[in-house]
């Protein structure tokens, strides 16, 4: 066997499974379509409040919705994601991955997917 086959298969062994390494195309594809539902989001949002008037028809409400469904899936792909530190170490330990995100973005990424709307509506009523 030449060295760089050990070597490729060496670095398969080390990948832990179930976790979605930087390097992956499918993590890749995610962050892509995750940055363009985020624009799409910061469009459509501001649109709406300033000249929406029909904030309850049902195309606003399943873009709403579907919206938030991809942030919350990211939410899950997030605590699958291994990524780097600060010294370009690789980080692959799960309970390491859940504390950085948990305090970090957590907090801010659930209060963004928070049917607000529905929430003040029902206090309302």
């Known amino acids: 066997m030449n060295e760089d086959k050990k070597s490729r298969m060496s670095f398969r062994r080390r990948k832990k499974r179930c976790l979605l390494y930087p390097e992956n195309h499918y993590k890749e594809n995610w962050d892509f379509f995750i940055t363009m539902v985020l624009i799409v989001s910061c469009v459509l949002t501001p649109w709406f409040i300033a000249f929406g008037d029909d904030t309850d028809s049902l195309e606003w409400v399943v873009t709403s919705y579907s919206i938030d469904t991809m942030f919350l899936i990211d939410i899950f ?3 699958s994601s291994v990524f780097y530190d600060e010294d370009f170490n690789l980080i692959e330990d799960r309970k390491r991955i859940a504390s950085e995100y948990i305090q ?16 003040i509506s029902q206090e309302v009523s």
């Open 104 to 119: 970090s973005w957590l907090m801010i990424d659930i209060l963004a997917i928070l049917p607000f709307d529905l929430l």
């Open 77 to 79: 792909v997030i605590f």
